[in-house]
């Protein structure tokens, strides 16, 4: 029975527009690689240092298609049934929760695999160069993609199980991967090398993500490694925690998939002004700004398109918004201290990368989940008909909308503003860095806003339209590092200086001069960059926002 | 525009999709304060024809006023004229319903103060001022269509048009319904209403609009519908018991005209027909029924509703029309 839900979980993808379009774009993008780096002469290059250069950028670059793409459907698979209604249908069937659950998980991992099995010319290809062993290299690079796929598959079904809405499950998704992915590789990265046990938790939880076990693959030293030898072993670390996260998220998930999941009364709408005192108080101080007073009307120089969208988003309220921003920025506070104290010999250099860093996590992970819903969303509940009915403009539409995120993001932007303030404080000379830094986030935040919005308009899903948006900034930002991560190899210095002109983040990382961006000159290049990424992102907006609201 | 002339006109309204023909030359009035009820098949094109009514979509020919107000020139001044409900709710989530009325008031460009009066006018007038500070989304079905009705009430417009305001409401939210639709008319709202439940219609609407394949093939009251579309009316004879229902159904039969309908229920022991017949015609039939000693004691004609009408309309254009397309 549990058949049914494979086949129906794996061709209702496969029809899609969307998944045709990712395997023609993985199967070119694999094709170029090989054909760029195939020998153009006769002449035998016994080292194998060619193969390995192609091995190389074909493993970061599935590495990248899979953190990339995985996530995007299994995130929406549980949620989107429960929100249709049919996840109701299928609990009230005879077939157990493992076996629906195994159904999604299979039809899904079934289409991923898929996307791997494109690579599979390519790898050949690239063992036929010579110089790479099949079954210490390829075959063991494989294994790790594909624990790699079935651990974000469960991952993201565990995120899309407890999430409400398709937008809050693909936040939540992507923003473990990255969790997993990238920010486990901080703590080795400015503890390597250094004596006691916290050294050694941080080489152990760097394992958690597949990066260091592909670079070891790759014959790569480390993320970020001082010239030291890394210890090996990482790819066997990374099987052994994919395995066990895998079993604890498809348990959990298992465990949700009940009649439960769906036994939830309709809110009753209590107000705090109806309640006691006490409670009145007691919620004035863990909320600030109480989601659940009864509010004003809107005032007359405000918005109303701004305020509602501030009303209806769960996250983007801004009694969850000043908790992450008041966390972010003690949290930058206290590395800023901790480095310029001299607790830590990390050098401000570095204090000021991580800051980048968690910024830059902070808008990708955050960004596109409110810039894509802004129209799409509303196209999909049908609230784009009723707006349109009303005196409202299409500029004062969109700028209402636009002005919701921009201000979310300008809040975002403090969470790290208090440690950089303190760097400058501390050693004044920084100010001019600092302050271009911030110019870099400042375009990298809107580049992220504008660039979802237009994704958004036009999508007709606000699912579709948020994992394309997660992709591209993805691919922007996290995507052309793997250039970096390839330089002096790979690529020359000024291939990489080329990719990362493209990058706000590592120009950012630049000016910071964080290790191992020192060499690199990104900043005016990008800001001009950025600005017409971002003026074509407005112009398509806005056609489309102003084609939306004409009559049909 | 004068008090004497039609609030809503349409005038050969069309539109053409590609090879469909979704709208074909419409053309009809409405007065002040008047219900219209819009049915018709699905595809008929009863939802387009609303959405150029409310400036959402462009005609492809012929012309439609609102108060004297082209919808596709002036669309400013419509947006002020016209209270839409569209068929999907359009909820927010995360919204109680007081911010929900609150932000569409604010949209419309209604004063904070004069919004608040406002906005408890028109709970009062729907009946939903207990639903204040619930979610939206928490509503049920009825609940949520009082809302939209709230709101399409909110600046005050003199056209409400409500597509499908009965849909999926259960029967008391229906009967509540149809209070609230007649208490607009009360105030002078000119109203467009279309649906499919036709029985609801009938009971508020003072005007019948059948739409079917883009063309409006019949147009006012229900009895002026009935007498045009319509020759045949249809007759019940009530037996005692059902032993001689076959005797009865087959002297009906020798009757009437050779294509005649007549259907005999067991159940309910009646014969039902439809027949073009005269009342001094039928005498003989009863006559007839009479001296072959069928024990009956009803002998009446069964009153023609809204369904009806719609059925023959729809079934005796159906043989003579070749299709056309199927509109959205």
């Known amino acids: ?552 | 525009m004068n008090d004497s002339s039609p609030v809503v006109a349409l005038r050969e309204l069309t539109k053409v999709y590609g090879r469909l023909t979704a709208l074909d030359r419409l053309s009809l009035a409405l007065d002040r304060g008047r219900i219209l009820g819009l049915i018709g098949p699905n595809g008929a094109g009863k939802t387009t024809a609303i959405k150029i009514l409310v400036g959402l979509a462009r005609p492809s020919g012929g012309s439609a006023t609102i108060a004297g107000c082209d919808c596709l020139r002036r669309p400013k001044q419509l947006k002020r004229l016209v209270g839409y409900m569209p068929d999907t709710f359009g909820s927010y989530d995360n919204m109680r319903v007081w911010e929900y009325l609150d932000f569409f008031g604010a949209a419309f460009g209604i004063r904070r103060a004069a919004r608040k009066r406002r906005i408890d006018e028109v709970m009062a007038i729907t009946g939903s001022a207990s639903m204040r500070d619930r979610y939206v989304e928490s509503l049920s079905h009825g609940m949520k269509q009082r809302v939209g009705i709230a709101r399409t009430l909110l600046h005050d417009p003199s056209v409400l048009i409500l597509d499908e305001p009965a849909n999926g409401l259960d029967p008391e939210a229906r009967i509540e319904m149809r209070q609230i639709l007649l208490r607009l008319a009360e105030l002078g709202k000119t109203l467009i209403v279309s649906s499919h439940i036709l029985a609801e219609l009938s009971r508020v609407c003072d005007l019948i609009a059948i739409l079917n394949r883009g063309r409006l093939e019949a147009f006012g009251t229900l009895a002026e519908i009935m007498k045009n579309v319509s020759q045949q009316r249809t007759m019940e004879v009530q037996l005692v018991g059902r032993e001689h229902l076959a005797t009865a159904a087959e002297i009906v039969r020798g009757y009437l005209e050779s294509d005649a309908e007549v259907v005999p229920s067991p159940a309910e022991a009646t014969v039902r027909f439809r027949t073009g017949k005269a009342d001094r015609e039928l005498v003989g039939l009863l006559a007839r029924l009479a001296m072959s000693h069928v024990d009956l004691t009803q002998f009446r004609e069964i009153p023609t509703d809204l369904e009806d009408a719609f059925l023959s309309v729809t079934n005796s254009l159906r043989d003579q029309q070749t299709p056309t397309g199927v509109a959205s």
């Open chain 1, 1 to 552: 029975m549990g058949y049914a839900i494979v086949e129906r979980e794996l061709l209702g993808t496969m029809r899609t527009g969307r998944a045709f379009a990712l395997q023609v774009a993985t199967s070119i993008a694999f094709a170029v690689l090989i054909v760029s780096r195939w020998p153009g002469n006769a002449t035998v290059e016994l080292s194998g240092a060619q193969a390995r250069e192609v091995f190389r950028l074909f493993a970061y670059g599935l590495l990248a298609i899979l953190l990339l793409l995985v996530p995007a459907f299994p995130a929406t698979s549980i949620v989107n049934e429960r929100k249709r209604g049919t996840l109701a249908l299928l609990l009230t069937s005879p077939l157990p929760a493992w076996s629906v659950y195994a159904g999604k998980a299979l039809g899904t991992l079934l289409f991923a695999s898929l996307l791997l099995a494109l690579s599979v010319p390519a790898a050949t290809a690239a063992y036929a160069m010579g110089g790479i062993s099949f079954t210490a290299e390829v075959l063991p690079l494989y294994a790790i993609l594909g624990a790699v796929l079935v651990q974000y598959t469960a991952l993201a079904m565990l995120a899309s199980s407890c999430a409400n809405s398709t937008d809050a499950a693909l936040r939540s998704a992507y923003g473990l991967v990255l969790l997993l992915a990238l920010v486990s590789l901080g703590p080795h990265y400015f503890l390597q090398g250094k004596p006691g046990v916290l050294p050694q938790i941080a080489e152990w939880l760097r394992c958690v993500s597949p990066v260091p076990a592909v670079m070891e693959l790759a014959g790569h030293g480390d993320v970020g490694a001082f010239g030291l030898g890394a210890a090996a072993g990482t790819p066997g670390r990374f099987l052994i925690f994919a395995g066990v996260s895998i079993a604890a998220c498809a348990v959990l998930t298992i465990a949700r998939l009940n009649a439960f999941l769906l036994d939830r009364p309709r809110p009753q709408g209590i107000v705090t002004d109806d309640r006691s005192a006490a409670e009145r108080w007691f919620r004035r101080c863990v909320f600030l700004v109480d989601p659940q007073r009864r509010k004003r009307g809107i005032g007359p120089l405000a918005n109303p398109v701004m305020v509602k969208e501030f009303r209806t988003r769960r996250f983007g309220r801004f009694h969850w918004l000043l908790r992450l921003v008041a966390v972010s920025a003690i949290v930058s506070l206290l590395l800023t201290y901790a480095a310029t104290s001299g607790t830590i010999d990390w050098g401000v250099e570095t204090i000021g990368g991580m800051m980048v860093v968690l910024q830059v996590a902070l808008i990708i992970v955050l960004t596109p989940s409110l810039g894509a819903s802004l129209i799409s969303a509303e196209r999909e509940s049908g609230g784009w008909e009723l707006l349109r009915m009303t005196p409202l403009t299409a500029a004062s539409i969109l700028s209402g909308k636009l002005a919701s995120v921009l201000s979310t993001l300008l809040l975002l932007m403090l969470a790290t503003l208090p440690g950089y303030l303190v760097m400058i404080w501390i050693h004044p000379p920084l100010r001019w860095q600092v302050w271009q830094a911030l110019i870099c986030l400042g375009w990298m935040a809107l580049l992220a806003m504008l660039l979802s919005a237009a994704v958004g308009s036009l999508c007709r899903r606000t699912a579709v339209a948020t994992v394309v948006s997660y992709g591209l900034l993805g691919a922007g930002c996290l995507g052309t590092m793997l250039f970096w991560l390839g330089r002096g190899t790979s690529f020359s210095h000024s291939t990489v200086q080329s990719v990362l002109t493209v990058n706000p983040m590592a120009a950012a990382l630049t000016i910071i001069a964080a290790p191992g961006f020192t060499a690199y000159t990104l900043a005016p290049a990008n800001w001009w960059w950025m600005g017409g990424l971002c003026l074509a992102c407005s112009a398509v907006l806005l056609v489309q926002t102003w084609r939306l609201t004409r009559p049909q």
